[in-house]
Structure formats: C-alpha cells, structure tokens
C-alpha cells in the first residue's frame, strides 16, 4: 500500500506541476485586454502618411546660398517655416484627437514622418534666426555713389520685421524697436527699401 500510496503523490505532484499557472505581466494582460484600434486605416492616417518634410531640406540650401539677396533668403525662409509649421500643427492635432496614431503598433511610419517634420522645423528656425541676428547687427550700412556716403537700409525692413514676428522671439520687441529706431534714422520709409 506505502507503494500505490508513493505513485499516486508522485502522479499528483506532476500534474499540479504542469497545470500551475503561468503569471504574465501587467503589460501582458493589458494588452490582451485591450481591443485594437482601426486608426491606421482611417482617412487621417492616410493623409498623414502623404505629409513629408524630406524636400525642406533641399529648399533651405537656396535660402543658405549668399549668393543670393537677404530679402531672398529671407522671403524662402519664411515660407519654408510656414510650410513645415502647417504639417507639424497637423500631426499634433490629429495625434491630440486620435493618440492611436501614435501609440497603436505600427505607428512608426508616422511617428518617423512627424519626428522629420518636427526636425525640418527647428532647422529652418534656426537658420532664420542666425540670419535675422546677423541683419540685426548692422541693419543700416553706408552705400558709396558717386564719392559720397548715404545710409540705406541693408534689407527690406518689412520682410525682417515678418521674419522676426514668425520667430517669436523672446526679444521681439527689442528688434523691432531698432528697426524703427534704424528707419528713423534712414528719414523716410522709402530709404527703407532694399538696396540694389
């Protein structure tokens, strides 16, 4: 009997063995738990996917060329700003309405596409705002014309000051402040023009 006894604790103990319970973690469980979103197959997120900010590159070398006028550079500049800041805004928005385009598995194409967006952006910024800072320097400089000296503006003053506004600069308005102080002492608006 000690016999049958031993066999059948020994059966017991390996079946309680292989039935025991595997644990899984919280992140396991939630994820099992949790129904899959069709937000990748939405309209949004196919829009989304056609927003690339791959070619605000190649326009910003145009803007960086010296070859061309500061009111040039500075007019692309701040188109390209305009331009990268629209798709960057719609990524935000339809993330903040929507996180599952962000958060879901397989996402990373369009978290790749924002992420480049968000990167153009800052470049473009930061190009912009060397430029302006340089301007800002030295924004009346003397033109020679026929053996005397005249002050003339460096720049357009109007395109700087749209420039500086889309920077959104902590000191704004100490720029702007000297451009007016630079215009006053140019006389009219129209010496404000840029010099050829």
Same mark, same amino acid.
């Given at each position: 009997m000690n016999k /049958?006894?031993?066999?059948?604790?020994?059966?017991?103990?390996l079946v309680a063995s292989s039935a025991?319970?595997?644990?899984?973690?919280?992140?396991?469980?939630?994820?099992?738990?949790?129904?899959?979103?069709?937000?990748?197959?939405?309209?949004?997120?196919?829009?989304?996917?056609?927003l690339k900010c791959d070619d605000v590159a190649e326009e910003a070398q145009k803007a960086r060329d010296?070859?061309?006028?500061?009111?040039?550079?500075?007019?692309?500049?701040?188109?390209?700003?305009?331009?990268?800041?629209?798709?960057?805004?719609?990524?935000?928005?339809?993330i903040? /309405?929507?996180?599952?385009?962000?958060?879901?598995?397989g996402s990373d194409d369009l978290i790749q596409i924002r992420d480049t967006c968000i990167r153009a952006q800052a470049d473009v910024r930061h190009d912009l705002e060397?430029?302006?800072?340089?301007?800002?320097?030295?924004?009346?400089?003397e033109e020679f014309k026929g053996g005397s000296a005249t002050k003339v503006a460096r720049t357009n003053y109007d395109v700087l000051k749209i420039a500086i506004e889309k920077l959104e600069l902590d000191d704004n308005d100490a720029m702007l402040a000297?451009?007016?102080?630079?215009?006053?002492?140019?006389?009219?608006?129209?010496?404000?023009?840029?010099? /050829?």
């Open positions: /049958r006894l031993l066999t059948a604790a020994m059966v017991f103990v025991c319970i595997k644990e899984i973690s919280s992140d396991e469980r939630l994820e099992r738990d949790t129904e899959r979103s069709n937000a990748l197959k939405t309209p949004t997120a196919a829009e989304l996917s056609k010296e070859s061309r006028s500061e009111e040039q550079r500075l007019n692309v500049y701040i188109e390209l700003l305009d331009r990268v800041k629209g798709r960057t805004s719609k990524f935000e928005e339809a903040s /309405r929507d996180p599952d385009l962000a958060y879901q598995e060397g430029l302006v800072r340089e301007i800002m320097l030295l924004p009346v400089v000297k451009l007016t102080e630079s215009e006053a002492q140019l006389g009219s608006k129209e010496s404000t023009r840029r010099r /050829r």
